[in-house]
């Protein structure tokens, strides 16, 4: 959830490659919340053709970069201008989209919802790495410390609430 950063999906797999897990993802916050996303944001890692096509057969608008680009670059770019050319592939499409007004600031949330979430789960929790082997255990240990991040939220909430 974009303004309390609860975290509503959480997933570890063994692959150097993100760009498989979006749509078990996506999935997992369906069945989690009940609810289905209007966008979804997510780095360089889980581009691909599929995927776009899959987040449009689910009518969720996308905002995923076709190449990897630094935080400090994304202030800086400005949107292209003239005719979207006849031709355009779908990444011609995505940049030009992330270029825009409505996809930087779409896209740049994630610096405020997700990012944050790591840096607190690393920093503040200290978990640098998992100290039990196999897949199995390391999802349970992952999703263990998602509940943790999410409780410790809805108590600083709960208790902020509380005092005004």
């Known amino acids: 959830m974009l303004e309390t950063q609860i975290i509503v999906a959480a997933d570890v797999c063994n692959k150097s490659n993100d760009v498989e ?31 776009l096509t899959f987040l449009e057969q689910q009518g969720i608008e996308a905002f995923i970069p076709p190449d990897k680009i630094k935080h400090s670059e994304w202030r800086t770019q400005k949107a292209l201008r003239g005719r ?55 999802r349970s240990s992952w999703r263990f410390i998602c509940a943790i991040h999410n409780l410790l939220k809805i108590f600083r909430v709960k208790t902020r609430l509380q005092t005004t």
């Open 21 to 51: 897990q979006l749509r078990n993802q996506v999935n997992q916050v369906i069945g989690n919340t009940g609810f289905r996303p209007v966008e979804a944001s997510a780095d360089a890692g889980y581009y691909s053709e599929d995927n």
């Open 84 to 138: 979207i050319p006849k031709d355009a592939t779908r990444k011609y499409l995505m940049r030009r989209k992330l270029r825009t007004k409505h996809g930087r600031e779409r896209y740049l949330l994630r610096q405020t919802s997700i990012e944050p979430v790591f840096g607190f789960i690393k920093e503040q929790l200290g978990l640098r790495q998992f100290l039990l082997r196999g897949i199995d255990k390391v």
